[in-house]
């Protein structure tokens, strides 16, 4: 059966995350539903990374075999149709071989999390930026964030259920930035730990807010400890940006 | 009684519009029930724009006068305690004299129009921009929108319900520009006819498609027949930006 890459766009508001669960709706159920209206077969959705509930993708992506040899675009075009009304999208399909696998052959992952940093809660943002009301210190966050850059233990920054086999990751760049009432900080790396990057965003606020001196975040690093972390940023304000493989 | 200007951003899509009506829930009478709800009284929240079903505000603004001489910062956020969960804030909120009329003192409104184009429907921007798949061509829209500025007839591009008293109004400013995946337009008039820039941006997207000539709109403007003009844009593609005021 062919072998098709998905880049896939989504508001993960109303699911239980990317992964398939017993207690209600998940992207790749959705897709795998969907799969199932346009072949008639049970296809297995294999994602690149498994978001959180509430949190959103603009590429994550999967792949799946289909018994049909349709041009990619088609293949995208009736995902989509069998979507609806959901607010999940297959932005492009591509034709793969079979030693593409979505979440193997990946060799960076970019995540990019919005603050919405105003007096006012979100209106047109609500489940789409974290709110902070207090003024941040965005240079001083983005300056504070720069230790985490390269291979480091980062079990500060696990969450308790992470499966991964290691705390070790190297994190190839991370940037905290202003626009407007936003802050936004982006991040990348070949890999991340579960909650790393929510769990990094919590604790960049407190230097945000003054309550942590930038130096806290390097001594919380190394203390390779969940402990010396700060709290978890909320899910709704992460989104998965893009999954890079070798070829492209 | 004091009166407060208040700016408002709000996702217009589960709402019969900006106002009052019978037949479903409105922005007004959400934000007089929030008034309700801190003051005891029935105020009258008078807004600066009949925004419809759908249509979204960044900075729509209205006039309240309220019982209460509270800092406005503080009559800001009772309110916004009170509009909880809509997703309808109350950005700003300032005191003014009494001869300040969110509708009448009004100097300039701003809207934009954002289509979304490209082949997939949208996902994290559904109900929030036009989809349009067929790739539009941007610099003819925005040359065509040119002959649009200055004083004119608009009957064009004015609803049949149009309750203005002349179909003449003067458009400073309209440009189109993209931005990735997103077509955007941006206008500002002192004033605008019923549906006058959804029918704008229904025409222009005649122009991006190919299927109008550029000098196929100043044809249709001089017709004074909204036959002439094209079919009108969704609402939910459209944003009210900002009303401005001679102080401001």
């Known amino acids: 059966m062919p072998r098709y890459k998905l880049t896939i766009e989504y508001d993960g508001t109303n699911f239980v995350g990317w992964q398939r669960q017993d207690n209600g709706l998940s992207i790749q159920g959705a897709i795998e539903s969907a799969a199932k209206g346009y072949c008639q077969i049970d296809a297995l959705v294999q994602g690149a990374g498994r978001t959180d509930s509430g949190v959103h993708s603009l590429g994550q992506v999967a792949h799946v075999d289909l018994p049909r040899h349709d041009p990619p675009d088609i293949v995208a075009k009736a995902l989509n149709a069998h979507l609806r009304p959901h607010p999940i999208v297959v932005v492009k399909a ?44 965005v240079d001083a966050m983005h300056r504070a964030a720069q230790c985490l850059v390269g291979r480091h233990d980062f079990s500060t920054f696990r969450a308790a259920v992470c499966q991964s086999s290691s705390p070790v990751k190297t994190l190839t760049e991370i940037s905290v930035a202003r626009h407007e009432d936003f802050v936004v900080l982006t991040t990348k790396a070949r890999s991340f730990l579960h909650h790393q990057v929510r769990n990094i965003v919590g604790t960049l606020k407190l230097v945000g807010e003054g309550k942590w001196r930038e130096d806290d975040v390097p001594k919380a690093l190394a203390a390779c400890d969940r402990t010396a972390g700060g709290p978890t940023a909320p899910s709704h304000g992460l989104y998965l940006t893009h999954v890079r493989y070798p070829d492209a």
């Open 94 to 137: 591509e034709l793969v071989g079979d030693d593409f696998h979505a979440r193997f052959s990946a060799i960076e992952r970019g995540y990019e999390y919005r603050i919405q940093n105003r007096r006012a809660r979100p209106a047109l943002e609500m489940n789409r930026a974290w709110w902070v009301s207090a003024r941040l210190d």
